[in-house]
Nanobody
Framework: QVQLAESGGGLVQPGGSLRLSCAVSGVHVGTLHTSWFRQAPGKERDFVAR????????DYADSVKGRFTISRDYAKNTVYLQMNNLNSDETAIYYC?????????WGQGTQVTVSS
């Protein structure tokens, strides 16, 4: 059974940084496309970043390019999202997601609040 578990959210001031983690169990993270999405209150869930299997590269939403970095640690079977220079509009629940055997899987999400 494949499971995703996010952590690392919290309260940060505008301009600050956070690193989110997505621990993957049940499958090797290097074989997956893994993405981060976010959902602000009253809004749709939006794509943030994606990392492909092996060396197939990364992809980012235009709004986060140059500030966010997605990466993975094979030994820890974990995908990370480093977020820098956060602004208040980025307050949301952040989710990681992957496709496995034709199904899109989601973690439970982690709350990020950007506020002074």
């Amino acid at each position: 059974q494949v499971q995703l578990a996010e952590s690392g959210g919290g309260l940060v001031q505008p301009g600050g940084s956070l690193r989110l983690s997505c621990a993957v169990s049940g499958v090797h993270v290097g074989t997956l496309h893994t993405s981060w999405f976010r959902q602000a209150p009253g809004k749709e869930r939006d794509f943030v970043a994606r990392i492909g299997p092996g060396g197939s590269g990364t992809d980012y939403a235009d709004s986060v390019k140059g500030r966010f970095t997605i990466s993975r640690d094979y030994a820890k079977n974990t995908v990370y999202l480093q977020m820098n220079n956060l602004n208040s509009d980025e307050t949301a629940i952040y989710y990681c997601s992957t496709f496995y055997r034709g199904h899109q899987l989601w973690g439970q999400g982690t709350q990020v609040t950007v506020s002074s």
